[in-house]
């Protein structure tokens, strides 16, 4: 019989906050749950793919295309496609060696010009290209001031196959930190039937283990 202890992890996951009917089926569909409903448990075993890892921290003149940087701009101007167009928003600015284009193909303007006052310095973090021999870097991870930049992850989990409609930064973000909350039950009420140790630091998601005592 399962200890009680443990019966947080084998709750819905539509017990989370997030995931409704809609995103229930296509997280059964990625844990392989198919006419199941998938649980908290299946989803803290969904290992991470690889990392993001934030840490380069080059010069604009120093990226190279491809990579993944975090680059401190100076926001110049915004230029918004036209009216009715389907051209990309595209946010000019800069540092002391060079200039950067941050474009969105999917933009609301509003947000975009609170997130990027023109003067502002801001932290940008994303993967680095060259498009018509300009450097850009196409809809950033992470955009941040000053104040955030401490808080900025600079090494993250990366998972391939989050479910459609939901972004790789979002099943991090919303969907596996309340999962491991409630994987904290189990670290604060040890049982005497159960020993909990929890994975090494720095391999993608501190994801929790349960095994029998010894």
């Not at 167009?85 to 010009?113: M, N, Q």
């Not at 450097?135 to 993250?156: C, F, K, N, S, Y």
């Not at 159960?194 to 005592?213: F, K, N, V, W, Y």
Request: glycine share 8%; hydrophobic share 35%; proline share 12%.
């Amino acid at each position: 019989m399962r200890p009680a202890l443990l019966n947080p992890l084998f709750a819905p996951l539509t017990s989370l906050s997030g995931v409704g009917p809609k995103q229930e089926k296509l997280f059964a569909r990625l844990l392989g749950r198919a006419g199941e409903p998938p649980r908290i448990l299946d989803l803290l075993m969904h290992l991470p793919s690889g990392t993001v890892d934030r840490r380069a921290r080059p010069k604009l003149r120093d990226v190279t295309p491809g990579s993944i940087v975090t680059v401190e701009v100076t926001v110049d101007q915004h230029r918004a496609p036209p009216p009715r167009g389907r051209g990309p928003y595209r946010i000019y600015a800069h540092d002391d060696t060079g200039d950067v284009i941050l474009t969105y193909f999917t933009s609301f303007p509003d947000h975009l010009k609170r997130l990027y006052p023109v003067g502002a310095t801001r932290y940008v973090s994303g993967t680095a290209s060259l498009y018509d021999g300009m450097l850009q870097i196409v809809h950033p991870d992470r955009v941040v001031d000053a104040a955030g930049l401490a808080a900025l992850p600079l090494v993250e989990p990366g998972y391939r196959n989050c479910p459609n409609g939901r972004t790789r930064r979002g099943c991090r973000a919303r969907v596996f930190p309340p999962a491991l909350r409630r994987c904290g039950t189990c670290i604060n009420r040890p049982s005497r039937t159960m020993s909990i140790r929890r994975a090494s630091p720095g391999r993608g998601l501190p994801m929790t283990s349960c095994s029998p005592a010894n």
